[in-house]
């Protein structure tokens, strides 16, 4: 399925979108017809609308693309850069049809060697973001009647990975609200859905640095990012509520996790075993 006609003209803004699951969800909708606005933190000439837009490409002339200035720092992490952003959008276009809550990090660590700035940091960007901007956005939906949030959350806000203690915290979180928002809004015309990737490949491993500074490379099973931002807009467009990306082997992986699998049981405390392992030893997460 493709789902094309549920996205020509619609006005979406779509977070953390310079590079990653952000940037392929961004050429996607271009490609099925939306019209893009998205955030940009840095200088203008580093901004993903100065790179190849396979999406304007490939939809046609008429595709519509533009960033709006969101500070330094993480983007999505001052509420009034949030707001500003999307009462704009209003202004200018006089609508809000979607909204791509997208921006986060991932700082994989043992729990022991964490700081509280460490906690701050992740919460603000992969939590408080999502609150910001559905803040900002379901009281403009609500005048509408309409509209669709898109929450991005991860497969650890669903299977709790060793490791990983504050950001299984951050998308856990993620998943609680947009689950609960999709039911409280439902019957005023308002949807949302949460995203729950596993590795997909995209330039978040590089970040991954050892004690010598190397990044990590990609995983070779990860799936790919324009497959994921496909496969993702048409989930969004059938309504679905929760969706995990890829479906297999992901699903198996939860299901089992929530059964109580014994297999998923041993294949976790292995991860958190050999991880401890690299983590001491080596000073790496990959």
């Known amino acids: 399925?493709?789902?094309?006609?549920?996205?020509?003209?619609?006005?979406?803004?779509?977070?953390?979108?310079?590079?990653?699951?952000?940037?392929?969800?961004?050429?996607?909708?271009?490609?099925?017809?939306?019209?893009?606005?998205?955030?940009?933190?840095?200088?203008?000439?580093?901004?993903?609308?100065?790179?190849?837009?396979?999406?304007?490409?490939?939809?046609?002339?008429?595709?519509?693309?533009r960033c709006y200035e969101t500070g330094a720092g993480a983007e999505g992490t001052k509420q009034e850069q949030v707001q500003k952003a999307i009462e704009s959008t209003v202004s200018e276009t006089g609508r809000l049809d979607m909204l791509f809550n997208n921006a986060g990090i991932f700082k994989p660590m043992l729990f022991e060697t964490g700081t509280l700035d460490d906690w701050k940091t992740m919460i603000d960007t992969n939590l408080w973001s999502v609150i910001y901007g559905v803040h900002a956005a379901i009281p403009i939906m609500l005048r509408q009647e309409s509209g669709h949030i898109v929450n991005t959350s991860s497969l650890a806000g669903l299977v709790p990975y060793p490791m990983q203690a504050i950001y299984d915290t951050t998308k856990y979180a993620v998943v609680g609200l947009s689950e609960s928002l999709r039911y409280e809004y439902a019957e005023k015309g308002i949807r949302v859905s949460v995203i729950c990737p596993g590795d997909i490949a995209t330039p978040i491993f590089s970040k991954l640095v050892d004690s010598n500074g190397q990044g990590a490379a990609i995983p070779a099973e990860s799936y790919p990012v324009d497959k994921a931002a496909s496969y993702t807009l048409d989930h969004v467009a059938e309504g679905d509520g929760r969706i995990t990306v890829p479906y297999e082997p992901n699903h198996l992986i939860y299901g089992g996790y929530i059964l109580g699998d014994k297999n998923v049981e041993e294949s976790m405390l292995k991860?958190?075993?050999?991880?401890?392992?690299?983590?001491?030893?080596?000073?790496?997460?990959?």
């Open 1 to 65: 399925m493709s789902n094309r006609n549920y996205y020509p003209d619609m006005v979406c803004i779509v977070t953390g979108a310079n590079s990653g699951i952000g940037y392929g969800l961004c050429e996607e909708l271009l490609w099925r017809g939306a019209r893009v606005l998205h955030g940009r933190a840095g200088p203008e000439e580093n901004c993903c609308c100065r790179r190849q837009t396979l999406g304007i490409q490939r939809s046609g002339t008429n595709a519509f693309r």
């Open 271 to 286: 991860h958190a075993h050999d991880h401890r392992i690299r983590f001491e030893k080596e000073g790496r997460f990959l």
